[in-house]
């Protein structure tokens, strides 16, 4: 994993506002849906791959085991939204980014894990 990636989750836990940047249009935040805390994957609308919302969401329930818990919108400013409540246990943060890159289809974003 990735330096910036470790602060990132460090940063989450501790309950700082963190962000990440993964490329251009592309982060990672916390982000509160309603009272829940949650971690949130956003591709600013000029970043969204032509059929990208269509196939995440075709993932999303085919594989509704491997995706459960990411819930999957647009926001106001029509950024595609990946968001996951802040799991109880904190180790496993890392592989919920993980799975929320996989889900969109990114996983050339998802830093390697450290052996």
Known sequence: MSDQRQEFLDALVSGAAAHLSLAPGIKVCALQAGNRPGLALQVAREAVQPGQLQRILERRFEQALAFDGCFVYLNA???????????????????????????????????????
């Open 77 to 115: 400013q029509h950024a595609l939204v990946i968001w996951h409540a802040m799991p109880a246990n904190n180790a496993e943060l890392d592989r919920i980014l993980s799975r929320m890159l996989s889900l969109a289809n990114l996983h050339a974003l998802d830093s390697p894990p450290s052996r």
